[in-house]
């Protein structure tokens, strides 16, 4: 076993959240089929960057100070992404997972074409460029058929790896409408990655539109919840047994409270939602993952303790940078105060027991 | 263990109940068919009247759909918090393994052979010609 510093991850770690960022819209022209190309110029959509951030564009947490460019978006560049990211932690593996504005669009057919220019181009400029990249395939969300054919036409690049959703779509995440989605995910063994996020016309608070950024960023886990308690309730996991979500971005401290209350309530409406059959939370831990940047640790070390008791399975949660984002300095890119026998776990054989696409082969304990 | 005789057969159609007491104890007689089972009439979850509670059936589901009515009556559902037991057993549904009402024995016998005793017959009187519920306990 190789000593690492604390707080880097171990060798042949898996960073299952990386966010390449496409420079403009214009670069995704060469992707686009060509009708969508002369839509979008002719509706002068190429000068729109169509950026699905919710954060202003110039707030710290978007882009490390050292990890910014001089031009473009923070995670546009490949070349920096390895000088800051790939080349110092050296993971064998990380997944590329873009957010963009084609995920929510009105117009599915636009939807759909712009999330096909960008498979195209992760593939082409990323995966096709570094070895240890991997993707998720990006679909349009409020169309399941369309978003089908996208994962049946890149399924056999075993390169993608998972199907990207986020938490807060025009549906909760368990309705039927959707699970055409969820089959063939599963049919082809790509987890669902649900990121932090929202079509931004629906308020991220059940209780409607915030006033400030601070509510709007904290309600995010009310997505989550709603997410897993529809998935969950919907039976979803009954129907498709071998899925496996995973929660990108969605903090962890409120999982084990949400869970409580489910299993709670879950015994006396029991009768309403028949096909759930054990407790929910036994469901969740052996179906649902979390990746670990942003990490929204409790203040003392005792207390992430028991938060780890609580989750109540060492196998949930998943090594993440969340790069270019700026959650740590230096190559600390996992929290302080986890235990060290967690590591491994968090950083190579959850990844590996989630994503079945990729390979314990390429895996090298190389020493730094 | 003595034998407490609670109730006569007539007393009680298939589908019903009676709640009677047995030594300090509250207990829920229940007729399913021709079988009859005694439950406390006490939830282990908060101390509910638990035998008061409706009777259901078990509602499963193999698939999110298909929704399968089964066991008809043999249910009973907790009147606080609407927790659901097997009548038969005792056990709950949420968690059979370790939340559990206690079941009692419960015989039916004939009164003629009651009469040799030994029994108790608090609740009822006890004559050759009926058949009689009897807890022991
Ligand atoms: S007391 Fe019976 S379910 Fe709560």
Redesign the pocket.
Known sequence: MVNFPAGRPPPGAIDCDIHPAVPSTRALLPYLDDYWREHILRRGLEQENLEASSYPANAAINGRPDWRLPSGPPGSSLAAMQTHLLDRLRPSYAICNVIHGAQVMLSEDLSAALCRAINNWIRAEWLDRDPRLRASIVVPPHSAELAVEEIERLAHDRRFVQVLLLSMAELPLGRRQNWPIYRAAAEHGLPIGIHAGSSFRHPPSAGGWPSYYLEDYVSQSQGFQASVNSLVSEGVFVKFPDLKVVLIESGVTWLPASLWRLDKTW??VRAEVPWLEEQPTETVRRHVRLTLQPFDAPPAEPQLKKLLEQLGSDRMLLFSSDYPHWHYDGDDALPSGLPAELMQKICVENPLETYSRLTPADIKETPR | MTRHVVASVAEIPSGGRKIVTVKGREIGIFRIGDDFHGLINR??????P?CT?EIVSRLVAPMPGDYRLTRPGEMIR??????EFDIRTGQSLCDPNSVQARAFDVAVEAGKTLVDGPFVAELVQVSVEETYVVVTL
Not at chain 2, 43 to 48: E, I, K, S, V, Y
Request: aromatic residues 12%.
């Open positions: 015994r006396g | 939830c282990p979850h908060q101390g509910a638990l509670g907790c009147p606080w918090h609407c927790w």
